[in-house]
């Protein structure tokens, strides 16, 4: 399984992006999926998570209220709607497939990763 996301860039302090995640194959439509982020000089963390069928969705703390995931493209992609963003906010994000119907935040259990596209929040 390949996957493309898409979307990243520069915005202000308070704005939003919406990140897509494309997977090369429709297998993906039974497994969880999730995004990740990776900001400079610190370990990779669980930004949020969604179930195969879109029922069950997760978030960091850091996020709740603020990002929405989704699925779509048949249910074999998803996307990240980020509003409101703050500088911490700033990563490589990372979208991946999770082993089985995982859905959880523990990258162990994602067997495949996106190239990552890159989210700056200036102040």
């Known amino acids: 399984v390949q996957l493309q996301a898409s979307g990243g860039g520069l915005v202000q302090v308070g704005g939003s992006l919406r990140l897509s995640c494309a997977s090369s194959r429709r297998p993906s439509s039974n497994n969880g999926m999730a995004w990740f982020r990776q900001a400079p000089g610190k370990e990779r963390e669980f930004v949020a998570s969604i179930g195969w069928n879109g029922d069950s969705r997760s978030y960091a703390d850091s996020v709740k209220d603020r990002f929405t995931i989704s699925r779509d493209n048949g249910r074999s992609g998803i996307s990240l709607q980020m509003n409101t963003l703050k500088p911490e906010d700033t990563a490589v994000y990372y979208c991946?497939?999770?082993?089985?119907?995982?859905?959880?935040?523990?990258?162990?259990?994602?067997?495949?990763w996106g190239q990552g596209t890159q989210v700056t929040v200036s102040s």
């Open positions: 991946a497939v999770g082993i089985g119907a995982y859905s959880g935040s523990d990258p162990r259990y994602y067997r495949y």
